[in-house]
């Protein structure tokens, strides 16, 4: 058994990261049998889950969405707020109440909640029917956990800083877009924020294994590729190579892969090289995900988020001028402990100043071992919730203006799929990353055509194929 350790997790040392090449070979023995895979949280946990699935598939099991039909149960958990706590453990609470009926059945939780204490803690003490807790350093160790599963509870979870692994692989979602990890970790250690302690000290993979990925991937007829990381303008940062986060966009943008995407991008990092980049390479989307957090100088030092509301908008207008057409979004925290009215409104005035295309908006979450969550917050709850409201009340105006600059024009959309609520619809993405529901034909789904604009909405266009 290996218990999480915030102490071990906080650690940077000088340790050098292994990079290990996986060799699991894997036979499917429990073939007719059914697994549930539910994953909360952001893109690094939605690619995680696609190997998850590659490890579960390979042993044999097959898909159900149906909870009530799984041998197994795996969720794929998200530490970053309080509410994605309460939804996994509201769920386990069905899972506990299925195992009562289905001995056999295997629940196995890991992700980022896993790499908590106190979660760890509370699934020893109050769920022991849990068989399988994994963290989210070792992925690959859950087909020997779930071969060796005997009804007594296995934790396996390391709060190492961890290395890199290769040739990992995936059942992936789609096959037409596909996540691509080109680092692991982050060192910025934003005050409010979980990341740093479940997910270990930045490593980045070598340039060649990604470029080595990609080529695969458009082999295999992938139209895009998002290139992950916590803070992907840091990569390279940690190794001895030489080369920088630009070098690898310039090295991906020529393999010639349709369509590249990266996130996230941390405003501390954004070099001027990367933006020529992103302007000269056709098939390096105008798209960037731009974290503020907030537009208060002394909120943001609070953060630990070293810039000031200026140099954020220096740097956005650099983009803005730079990239023709780019759409920048965004994510908004309100009511990080004692934000006064005054630095909420700073807030809103950074979001009239630039207009953002989208934003993702939160209320700040107190995370157990953050150096945030130690500070006494003087601000009630109603009090955060109303200037959520307010701010995303701006924020929507914003992204109806954005959408509706769209209008009557011709849009480049890679076709995804059809729309889950009217099957005769289309949907896709803009280069800029915006949602389009298409009127077209089936045979569109896996291409990139020109969509005339005939209807925007605040999070969504309408829009007929040519
Ligand atoms: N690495 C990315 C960055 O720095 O921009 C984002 C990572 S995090 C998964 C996504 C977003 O969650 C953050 O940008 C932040 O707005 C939000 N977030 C992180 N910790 C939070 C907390 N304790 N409470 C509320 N929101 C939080
Ligand atoms: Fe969290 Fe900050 Fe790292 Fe983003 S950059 S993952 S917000 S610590």
Redesign the pocket.
Known sequence: MNLPDMIEARKRTSKRVEHIDLDINLKDVFKGKKYFLRTYG?QMNVHDSEEIRYYLESLGYTNTEELEAADIVVLNTCA??ENAHDKVFGYLGRCKHLKQTKKDLIIAIGGCMSQEVSVVEEIKTKHPYVDIVFGTHNIHDLPKMILNANHKQDIEVFSCEGDVYENIKYNRDSKITAWVNIMYG?D?F?T????PYTRGKQRSRKLDKIVEEVKKLKEEGYQEVTLLG??VNAYGKDLDEGYDFADLLESVAKTNIPRIRFV?S?PWDFTDRMIDLIAKYENVMPYVHL?I?SGNDHILKLMGRRYTKEEYLTLFNKIKDKVKGVSITT???VGFPNETESEFEDTLDIVNKCKFDSA?T??????EGTPASKIKDTISLEEKEKRLYKLNELVNKYSLEANKKCLDKVAKVLILGTNEKDDKKLYGYTDTMKLVNVTGDKSLIGRIVDVKITDAKSFSLDGKAL
Do not use: L
């Open positions: 952001c970053i707020r982050c910025k934003c409010y924020c979980i990341v916590q803070n996230t941390h974290p957090q994510d908004i925290i993702f939160f209320i700040y979450s107190p995370r």
